[in-house]
């Protein structure tokens, strides 16, 4: 089996009185893709979130690469100092729902910006600026390129379409070269119009092995992208495997019922 890039283990999150995961665990191996399916309310937003660490988890271990983010100690959940969480955050890229992009911005220099602070934090920045700031203009066109927005750069994102800003929100998630990119519903605030061209960006990630975790409602997407579909209900995962398993054929009542509603409304 291939190196395993996040390993969630016993993650379990509260809000207030509400358990919204309730022991959940997940090992997602390099070059896998997979995808998380179930109804709203489920938790796969809070589980990408405790993933990514944007959520803190209230048990559970999280580890990147083999690398401990977070454990438990004496019932309580304890993560890496902040040195070490910067490091490990290098791991992963972030895509959401409604693009985040910084409007001031152009297309190109959302794509530059964490790639810059982190320039920045070098010892020979000074000396080396023009050359580093060259490169990453230059890895940031590639970027911009490979997502089909070469003619786009300039352009604000209050001038581009949702489809695009998110292709934008893709490229600038690649900046760092991380080595799991995790989306939630990237296409569910487009126009169905649009949903097409940022499908096909992920598609191509896929077919270039990036690692990625994808939640979505795409279900035909999902079958046919994905090499692991997990269906979350109720803050546990009632049911995954290979995708075209789990969507065409799924065996626990829960996931049929929800797999029969999504059809009924195509
Ligand atoms: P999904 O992404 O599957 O729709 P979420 O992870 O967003 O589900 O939410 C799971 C549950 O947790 C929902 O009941 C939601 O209302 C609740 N929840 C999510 N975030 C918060 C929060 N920050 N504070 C309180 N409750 C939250
Ligand atoms: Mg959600």
Not at 63 to 78: I, M, P, Q, R
Not at 142 to 153: D, I, S
């Amino acid at each position: 089996m291939s190196q395993i890039y996040l390993e969630m283990n016993h993650i379990k999150k509260t809000f207030g009185e509400l358990e919204v995961l309730k022991d959940i665990s997940l090992s997602v191996h390099k070059g896998e893709v997979v995808s998380v399916i179930g109804p709203s309310g489920s938790g796969k937003s809070t589980l990408l979130r405790c993933a990514t660490m944007l959520e803190k988890m209230d048990g559970g271990e999280l580890s990147f690469l083999g690398e401990k983010a977070a454990w438990e100690e004496n019932g309580k959940c304890v993560y890496a100092n902040k040195k070490q969480l910067k490091e490990i955050r290098k791991n992963f890229g972030l895509v959401f729902q409604n693009f985040n992009l910084f409007p001031q911005y152009t297309a190109r220099q959302n794509v530059m910006l964490a790639s810059e602070l982190l320039a920045k934090e070098q010892p020979d920045y000074k000396a080396q600026k023009k050359l580093l700031h060259a490169q990453i203009a230059a890895r940031a066109e590639e970027l911009l390129t490979q997502v089909g927005l070469k003619e786009k750069m300039d352009l604000y994102p209050h001038q581009l379409s949702g489809g695009q800003q998110q292709r934008v929100a893709i490229a600038r998630a690649l900046a760092l070269q991380p080595d799991i990119l995790c989306f939630d519903e990237p296409t569910s605030a487009l126009d169905p119009e649009l949903t097409g061209e940022v499908l096909k960006v992920i598609r191509s990630l896929s077919e270039q092995h990036m690692t990625m975790i994808i939640v979505t409602h795409e279900m035909a997407f999902a079958r046919d992208v994905a090499n692991r579909v997990i269906f979350m209900d109720g803050g546990v995962i009632v049911e995954q495997g290979p995708a075209r398993d789990v969507i065409e054929n799924p065996q626990a009542e829960r996931t049929k019922q929800f797999l029969a509603r999504y059809r009924e409304s195509q």
